[in-house]
């Protein structure tokens, strides 16, 4: 008889995360033995071999997972056994929690910029002209000093979120460098240019 020991380890199929205290027992020439895996997923059996190579059958059974049970070969040159990659059991969501967040976050984000556009809109300073398209008229008028000066011709608020021309009602008005929102695509100091 020919004493070996051999190692394999235990992992979660999809995860590929370590499996501990997972139950593996080893069956060959009629006997059983049965280890547990380590906090890295790692066990070890000894086993007498009679020849150089011999079937066994191993069985893993670890909570939350589905049981493995295989066949395989143990030999006197290759003392290692294949990884075994459990199936765990636990139910899992349709919709992802991060998937949940992410469009959530995406939801708040234009609905937050839809208020501030609604309650911070563009204006020239004219009367009735301090709104976007399609808004209410906003009472009062932006003073300058909380004006892009960029753009004099019309009052742009430095906090805004970024601008496009189809955000703003004005057409062909005066812009300085820098151009903040990109009113003025080919830097010839006109912005949003109505062809």
Same mark, same amino acid.
């Given at each position: 008889?020919?004493?070996?020991?051999?190692?394999?380890?235990?992992?979660? /199929?999809?995860?590929?995360?370590?499996?501990?205290?997972?139950?593996?027992?080893?069956?060959?020439?009629?006997?059983?033995?049965?280890?547990?895996?380590?906090?890295?997923?790692?066990?070890?059996?000894?086993?007498?071999?009679?020849?150089?190579?011999?079937?066994?059958?191993?069985?893993?059974?670890?909570?939350?997972?589905?049981?493995?049970?295989?066949?395989?070969?143990?030999?006197?040159?290759?003392?290692?056994?294949?990884?075994?990659?459990?199936?765990?059991?636990?139910?899992?969501?349709? /919709?992802?929690?991060?998937?949940?967040?992410?469009? *959530?976050?995406?939801?708040?984000?234009?609905? *937050?910029? *839809?208020?501030?556009?609604?309650?911070?809109?563009?204006?020239? /300073?004219?009367?009735?002209?301090?709104?976007?398209?399609?808004?209410?008229?906003?009472?009062?008028?932006?003073?300058?000093?909380?004006?892009?000066?960029?753009?004099?011709?019309?009052?742009?608020?430095?906090?805004?979120?970024?601008?496009?021309?189809?955000?703003?009602?004005?057409?062909?008005?005066?812009?300085?460098?820098?151009?903040?929102?990109?009113?003025?695509?080919?830097?010839? /100091?006109?912005?949003?240019?109505?062809?």
């Amino acid at each position: 008889m020919i004493n070996n020991v051999y190692t394999g380890r235990v992992l979660d /199929g999809e995860t590929k995360t370590k499996v501990e205290g997972a139950k593996i027992t080893l069956e060959l020439y009629g006997k059983s033995d049965i280890v547990h895996s380590d906090s890295e997923g790692f066990y070890q059996f000894c086993a007498d071999l009679r020849e150089e190579s011999a079937s066994a059958r191993i069985r893993v059974e670890a909570e939350e997972y589905e049981k493995y049970n295989r066949n395989i070969v143990l030999t006197t040159k290759d003392n290692k056994i294949e990884e075994i990659h459990l199936t765990s059991t636990k139910k899992k969501p349709k /919709g992802s929690l991060d998937k949940i967040a992410a469009v *959530a976050t995406v939801i708040g984000t234009i609905i *937050a910029i *839809a208020t501030y556009v609604s309650t911070n809109p563009v204006s020239t /300073g004219q009367p009735n002209s301090g709104k976007l398209e399609g808004s209410q008229p906003k009472p009062e008028v932006l003073s300058k000093q909380n004006c892009y000066p960029a753009y004099p011709d019309l009052c742009v608020p430095k906090d805004s979120p970024d601008l496009k021309c189809s955000d703003v009602k004005e057409r062909n008005f005066k812009v300085l460098s820098p151009d903040p929102h990109g009113f003025d695509r080919d830097r010839n /100091g006109v912005g949003c240019e109505k062809k």
